[in-house]
């Protein structure tokens, strides 16, 4: 990423980063949410799709980190340009 030239966009790179990242930390969440919800159909319905959803689980929580990182990444370097500008 590269730093932004001007005031405008420092302040579109923030608030892209601020949705990156609330969206990257709601995700989890939402997992968590639906794994409370529907823990006894989860536990009766048998190895073979715990391990299914456990998976997608593990792949979405991975995407997210990621997402994570890079959202923060980009506040904090339009934040540090906009605060030299």
Known sequence: MEPPKDKEQALAGLLNGTMVTMLASVLPAVMIWQ????????LSAGLVDTAIDSALGIGLLVASISALRFGVRMLRLNWTALRRL
């Open 35 to 42: 794994i409370a919800r529907h823990w006894r159909e989860m």
